[in-house]
């Protein structure tokens, strides 16, 4: 399975804006791409959430609502 065809620096800055809801969350350290998700191993656990939020953030990251990130950061697995 290829690496990644996400920009990195996109999943990154998500973290960024999750960690407010949630400053467990912790700093990026790898991921991996599936059919409709990606799985982002942090420094304080593991969190999972679909491409199309990834891509968003690369587009139009003024568009994701913060009710948006408060419930993707409630799938943060420590």
């Known amino acids: 399975m290829p690496r990644s065809n996400l920009p ?4 990154v800055e998500l973290l960024i804006r999750l960690e407010k809801h949630n400053p467990a969350i912790g700093g990026y350290k790898n991921h991996t791409e599936f059919d409709e998700g990606v799985m982002v191993k942090t420094s304080g656990g593991s969190i999972e959430f679909p491409k199309e939020l990834v891509e968003q953030q690369f587009n139009n990251p003024e568009r994701i609502s913060e009710k948006v990130l408060e419930k993707t950061a409630l799938l943060f697995r420590n």
């Open 8 to 11: 990195t620096y996109a999943i």
